[in-house]
């Protein structure tokens, strides 16, 4: 087991990963819930139908080769500490199931199958983890997107790998997103804590999908047609920073996200509209009190208002056919004194002349 190392590459871990040593990585593989592999490894051993799937790392000196587990960490994580008293120390926690006689033998070596190179590797794990049953999430399916692209493969192939169709739109969206995050973080002294498992990639993703909020971080369509890192103009990346803390808070929990769900970032790029709302938002207002200096709200009121106006007429077009409706009538009724005190709040009966 000593010569299977963990993948800084795992698009399931953090963006900062790339620079973790093993212990790290352990660490944080661990916490994506094992404690069922750990049972199973511990009463069964392991299954030779399911491989890790691995490249060899660059030898050093005459050491032993080694092997990066691109698929598998998970497993691999729960059979070192099985296994390796190291790994149990770093990893600390309660006390590890007992491994039965017969699961013993089974638990090292393990099957591994090794490929020559990573983008032998690639398409696998998106049928595996993007269209299969073991599906990862928005912030992974980033990272995975990412490793196509740098692989070379062209983007209606990443696209239609990853379920998408034609949509090489979506995908660049996917691609930019990710870069637009690193570089948020990037740009703070602490950055956000961003493997998938914590982090909900899919509010940054729906945030640029508003041109407002592209607008305020300086994206132009070229950022969208050709993704590339750090898109965001050196000049916008505080700009970006107060948008990331708006919509995830601070890392250390001292400054409150603005949004609790996606739906809120709607308004949330209505406020960015307005200079006094944005600023008011940002003195400790809720999102609610910000939105209502905002030109969303009243969008929002003259859009409900012509809405209502046009069903009353569907409304009114057929009453003719169904005069004495007693019913229909108590409706009408509601609606004419509900129009009456919408009214006088819009204008109230003394400014009327």
Same mark, same amino acid.
């Given at each position: ?32 819930? %094992? ?65 039965? !006689? ?87 002294? !602490? ?73 809120? %970032? ?51 077009? %057929? ?35």
């Amino acid at each position: 087991m000593v010569n299977l190392r963990f993948d800084p590459k795992n698009p399931r871990l953090s963006l900062d990963s790339d620079s973790a040593g093993q212990d790290a990585l352990l660490k944080e593989v661990i916490s994506y819930d %094992i404690e069922d592999l750990l049972t199973s490894l511990a009463r069964n051993g392991y299954f030779d139908e399911e491989p890790l799937i691995a490249v060899k790392y660059p030898s050093r000196g005459g050491q032993p080769q080694q092997y990066v587990v691109v698929e598998g960490n998970r497993r691999l994580a729960a059979l070192k500490l099985l296994t390796d008293e190291h790994a149990r120390g770093v990893a600390g926690g309660p006390p590890l199931p007992t491994v039965s !006689e017969m699961a013993r033998a089974r638990l090292d070596p393990v099957p591994v199958r090794v490929y020559q190179n990573r983008d032998q590797i690639i398409p696998y794990l998106g049928v595996r983890h993007i269209s299969g049953i073991k599906q990862w999430n928005s912030m992974a399916k980033a990272r995975y997107i990412e490793n196509m692209v740098h692989s070379g493969t062209p983007m209606l192939d990443v696209a239609q790998m990853v379920g998408m169709g034609r949509r090489i739109d979506v995908v660049r969206r996917w691609l930019l997103t990710l870069y637009v995050l690193r570089q948020a973080n990037n740009a703070t002294a !602490e950055p956000w804590p961003v493997s998938d498992r914590e982090f909900d990639f899919s509010f940054l993703y729906t945030a640029l999908g508003y041109a407002t909020v592209r607008e305020q971080v300086g994206l132009d369509s070229s950022a969208y047609s050709d993704p590339a890192p750090n898109p965001v103009p050196e000049e916008a990346t505080e700009t970006l920073v107060d948008i990331m803390l708006d919509l995830y808070g601070s890392p250390d929990g001292e400054r409150r996200p603005k949004i609790r769900e996606s739906r809120q %970032i709607k308004q949330l790029a209505s406020v960015y509209e307005s200079g006094e709302a944005t600023r008011y938002l940002r003195a400790g207002a809720s999102l609610d009190e910000a939105y209502r200096k905002s030109p969303g709200e009243r969008q929002e009121l003259i859009g409900l208002l012509d809405q209502a106006s046009f069903m009353l007429g569907q409304a009114n077009a %057929i009453a003719v056919h169904h005069r004495g409706n007693q019913e229909a009538a108590r409706i009408a009724r509601r609606c004419y004194d509900t129009a009456d005190v919408l009214l006088n709040t819009l204008e109230p009966r003394t400014q009327r002349t």
